[in-house]
């Protein structure tokens, strides 16, 4: 069978991409497995790279991601299944269906009509993708979902869809990669200091994220405390210049703000995840989040909202805090009451600041789960039992 995506090792930059590479690591335990991915040409066996084809100047992004869709079709003759992974490689998994008469599975990480904002970046693009989405999506043979909420978002978003073709299996973690780490290496080398309590963020910038809801929270943290951003790649210039105005804001009052631009190593993260005094997952939308997987697997207490397949994974007073978040209901997952969020996510976190023996058994509690609850292994198995019933055996 043959599985698309845009990201895959060494050009990963979200949860999608850590999702697949973990993934076909141990899918072919179970199945004779192709990857077909995005970027340049790749060493690992049994993996296929297909580059963008140049457009005219000034052409929308999204005919690009087309243009390299069309290629992994067409590489894919004699398949017998295919399977994609976000919008960016739908597009090739629906025309594989349509052209060889073979089933279509498809993984959602989210949900475009969910992500309004990105209309900001990709222009019309934006639609063009959502359309990509929706008619992938309405004509696959199986649709998996990484978490419970993000099942019950794809049959409201897309009602046409059979509830029985949809199918949950969350997102996993290799616990022997994300493991508490000591080092101090990774502290040393961004200037963060282990002596200090720790609030960690890491992720993207981009509005599901919440990173502008963490920057106005953090005024209300405890001063003793550092507060360390891990920023990837800025969706929008207008959102990167957001951020970087609070940033400034922020660290004018208080000392030890300390930005990280830029994808971690794997040694770095865990060495920065198991310093944490806390880590903080802001996310407005969030259909899993393997972020907070790995904080756990660090042994690092979490403190999250409680919105998409989140609850699923922190367990409120058992790994970590949850942080209530209403919503408006117009798609952009921006809260009713902006200062009210602000202020219980800041509570949350200085509660285990001010509490260290609960943060580490949350800590100690989070490590257990992650061990016993989220192992690719096991995603892999139900992946495969996915395949098995869309091709009758």
């Known amino acids: ?30 199945v004779d497995l192709r990857v077909h991915c995005f970027g340049g040409p790749r ?32 590489a894919a003759a004699g398949t017998e299944l295919v399977h994609s992974h976000t919008w960016y490689a739908n597009a090739a998994g629906h025309l594989s269906r349509v052209l060889y008469g073979v089933p279509h599975v498809v993984t959602m990480h989210s949900l475009e009509p969910l992500r309004p904002w990105k209309a900001e970046q990709l ?7 959502s359309l990509v989405e929706r008619v992938a999506v309405e004509g696959a043979d199986a649709v998996v979902a990484v978490s419970r909420g993000m099942r019950d978002d794809i049959l409201r978003v897309y009602p ?41 963020f890491v992720g993207r910038v981009t509005r599901q994220k919440g990173l502008p809801q963490l920057l106005r929270a953090a005024f209300d943290l405890d001063p003793e405390a550092q507060l360390v951003l891990c920023c990837g790649q800025p969706d929008t210039p207008e959102i990167a210049a957001e951020t970087a105005a609070l940033v400034d804001e922020l660290s004018a009052v208080r000392k030890g703000v300390v930005r990280i631009d830029g994808m971690l190593d794997p040694v770095s993260l865990r060495q920065l995840l198991t310093h944490a005094s806390v880590f903080v997952c802001p996310s407005l939308y969030e259909p899993m989040g393997i972020v907070n997987l790995e904080a756990m697997a660090c042994g690092t207490p979490v403190v999250a909202t409680a919105t998409g397949g989140i609850p699923e994974v922190v367990v409120d007073g058992g790994t970590g805090l949850l942080v209530p978040l209403e919503q408006r209901d117009d798609g952009t997952g921006t809260p009713l009451d902006e200062r009210r969020f602000a202020a219980d996510l ?30 690719w292994d096991r995603a892999a198995e139900r992946i495969a039992g996915v395949y098995g019933g869309v091709l009758g055996s």
């Not at 580059?51 to 079709?73: S, T």
Request: no cysteine.
């Open 1 to 30: 069978m043959d599985l698309f995506t845009r990201e895959y090792p060494p050009e990963v930059y979200g949860g999608a991409g850590v999702h697949v590479a973990e993934l076909s690591r141990v899918l072919p335990r179970h």
């Open 43 to 74: 060493e690992a066996d049994g993996v296929l790279a297909h580059r963008e084809p140049h457009l005219a100047d000034g052409a929308n992004a999204a005919l690009r991601v087309l243009g390299a869709n069309l290629g992994m079709v067409a």
């Open 123 to 129: 222009g019309g693009g934006y639609a063009l993708s």
């Open 160 to 200: 046409e869809v059979d509830p029985e073709r949809v199918h949950v299996v969350h997102n996993g973690i290799d616990t022997a990669v994300h493991r508490p780490d000591r080092g101090t290496a990774a502290l040393e080398r961004h200037g963060v200091d282990p002596d200090r309590p720790i609030v960690l």
């Open 346 to 375: 800041a509570a949350a976190v200085n509660r285990l600041l001010a509490e260290p023996a609960l943060a580490r058994e949350l800590g100690a509690a989070g490590r257990l789960r992650a061990e016993r609850e989220f192992g």
